[in-house]
């Protein structure tokens, strides 16, 4: 079935729609506040025909007849209508600029919230700069314009009713004057936004891109800088912000056009109006007081209607936002969140593959009738070479992609059946990719177990053989690591990853190359907590340097997405097969094929 379209504004209004009586309140006293605006226009006619009328004003025939009781009606009633018009401004840009932050904020974090539930697929055909220009950068544009741009059409519309109004009662044959460029507004401001809004759209896209790009350059500032890559770099950002530049202008030379022509256009009305109404006001056909009115109701009509552009063109750019902000959010999850319960502590950790077929996105499959059974509480090893599918295990075993086809159980229950956050929490992993937040060495091995005890942390990273050099830092555990842990080294961002999954406790351990950026010396240390760690929990451990998977209780070879080889360690030593050629090369001797 065909998806409903809708203008992103509606879907706007349909997602606020728990706003809907603070929205009403803000348009209210938007609608009021302009009311009172536009009386003062009003108040200079009455003036003016106290002076020329006096006894004979609109005023005198409510029964004030002199002058000055007149003169002091009009003042009171001029500080009543500034007072209101004062309040009623307050109140509007109270209301809409909280309105505005209060859909920021939940736009924000349900796109967040959508986007971590996004198979890992989702974000490897995405750059993270664009992903982050839409969090940021759009949801921001959407908030700047109900800051300003909903209050300014609700006043404009109300100045054209109210005023319209107003002039077809106190002189119908000068009304359509007036009114007579506001078809001519209307038709203009439609075309303006027909074509403004594949530009701006442009202009998001290319904003996004650049976004992209510098985020991946601060991501890799090390890499940039150890290659002597600066000056191409700086090509690049030049390249696609001057990309942006052009779509800005493009759009810029178009909106720009908009308030001058606008502006001739209202000029026609107002010397009409000024003229025409001049002649009937000297024939007598028009109060002197009205005319005054009308002259400056006109200005006051017709002027802010040259503000258009600039809300038009806060309209397009917010609206182009607003489009890439739901197209996240329209995006399906693919991911099932299972509905079947596995308390944690139920958890028994028996693992089975089945005739389990996986690729990458349209690839060829990495692992093809792939079968294996982990026993529970069992050590198990898994080494091939790069590319053989290792690493794919751990990640279809926490459900990050989903199998083709085939079967994964744990504790005999499909783990498509149970429920993500209970799977994923009897899991520990620790990857050779480490990554660690900005923060304190104790929030970073305290994530995940967030009301562990300074006790347990410390605990943990003893185990993890990290205890030591965490004193040795200048604040011990409360020292700021920095982003991705880069203060450290990457033996001891690694020994912090290992605290943080003995801290977790889960009845499974994932170590996927856990020892490949430690030294020998700490090599040891850990193997000899490992081997704590792993006793009464399944452990799958992947590795290149086999010395520390030799104690496994069984050890599988794999080779282009199969299992070639298994066995213990001794055992396959004596199969001089693979893992054989693999051993001697760690151990300094020439590779030499079975």
């Known amino acids: 079935m065909k998806q409903k379209r809708y203008h992103p504004f509606q879907r706007l209004f349909q997602y606020a729609d728990r706003y809907r009586l603070e929205i009403w309140k803000a348009s209210a006293c938007s609608v009021l506040n302009k009311i009172f605006d536009l009386a003062p226009p009003a108040l200079i006619g009455l003036a003016v025909d106290i002076v020329v009328q006096q006894d004979s004003s609109f005023l005198a025939g409510w029964g004030i007849q002199s002058v000055l009781a007149q003169l002091i009606v009009l003042s009171l009633l001029s500080f009543l209508i500034w007072g209101f018009e004062s309040l009623f401004e307050y109140a509007y840009q109270r209301l809409w600029r909280n309105l505005a932050q209060s859909i920021q904020h939940d736009l924000r974090l349900d796109a967040y919230s959508h ?27 959407l908030e700047r314009f109900l800051d300003g741009g909903a209050n300014e059409i609700l006043q404009v519309t109300t100045t054209v009713i109210v005023i319209g109004g ?12 007036a009114m007579l460029p506001m078809p001519f507004i209307l038709w203009g401001s439609i075309s303006f936004q027909k074509r403004l809004a594949p530009r701006y759209t442009a202009v998001r896209e290319a904003v996004g ?20 890559a600066e000056d191409y770099e700086i090509q690049r950002i030049d390249r696609l912000s001057d990309d942006y530049r052009n779509s800005n202008r493009r759009a810029i030379a178009l909106s720009a056009a908009f308030v001058p022509l606008i502006r001739i256009i209202i000029l026609v009305g107002f010397t009409a109006t000024l003229l025409l109404g001049g002649l009937e006001a000297a024939s007598g056909n028009l109060a002197v007081g009205t005319y005054s009115t009308m002259v400056f109701l006109t200005q006051r009509l017709l002027w802010p209607l040259t503000r258009l552009g600039e809300t038009l063109d806060l309209y397009q750019r917010s609206s182009a936002s607003t489009r890439r902000v739901f197209k996240v959010l329209d995006t399906p999850i693919t991911v099932h969140p299972g509905d079947k319960p596995l308390p944690v502590e139920r958890v028994k950790g028996e693992i089975a593959l089945d005739n389990v077929t996986f690729g990458y996105l349209d690839r060829s499959p990495v692992i093809a009738d792939f079968s294996l059974q982990v026993p ?24 990050l992609y989903e199998i083709k086809s085939g079967r994964i159980t744990l504790d005999n229950i499909d783990i498509q059946q149970i429920v993500l956050q209970d799977l994923r929490r009897s899991i520990g992993l620790v990857s050779q990719d480490v990554f660690l937040f900005h923060g304190t060495v104790a929030e970073n091995i305290r994530y995940g177990s967030f009301e562990a005890s300074d006790e347990d942390v410390v605990a943990a990273a003893a185990i993890a053989e990290a205890h030591q050099f965490i004193s040795e830092l200048p604040q011990g555990y409360d020292t700021v690591i920095g982003e991705r842990g880069q203060k450290l080294s990457g033996g001891q961002r690694q020994r912090l990853a290992i605290a943080r999954a003995v801290l977790k406790d889960p009845p499974i351990l994932i170590l996927d190359e856990a020892t490949s950026a430690v030294d020998n010396e700490t090599e040891a240390a850990i193997q000899r907590s490992l081997d704590r760690i792993t006793q009464h929990r399944t452990t799958i451990a992947i590795a290149h340097r086999l010395s520390t998977i030799r104690n496994a209780d069984c050890i599988y070879v794999m080779d282009k997405g199969y ?16 893992y054989t050629g693999l051993w001697r090369v760690q151990m300094g001797e020439p590779y030499r094929e079975a």
């Open 166 to 177: 107003a002039f077809f009662l106190l002189a119908p044959n000068v009304a359509w004057l």
């Open 376 to 399: 529970a509480g069992k050590t198990i090893a898994i080494v091939g070479a790069t590319g053989s599918g290792k690493s794919t295990i751990v990640k279809l075993l926490l459900r």
């Open 209 to 228: 891109w650049l976004n992209a790009q510098l985020t991946n350059n601060l991501t890799g500032i090390t890499t940039i800088k150890s290659f002597t």
């Open 563 to 578: 299992i070639v080889e298994r066995g213990s360690h001794e055992a396959l030593l004596e199969r001089q097969g693979i």
């Open 115 to 141: 986007l971590q539930e996004m198979e890992l697929s989702f974000f490897e055909e995405r750059s993270t700069g664009e992903l982050l220009s839409v969090l940021n950068d759009d949801i921001n544009q």
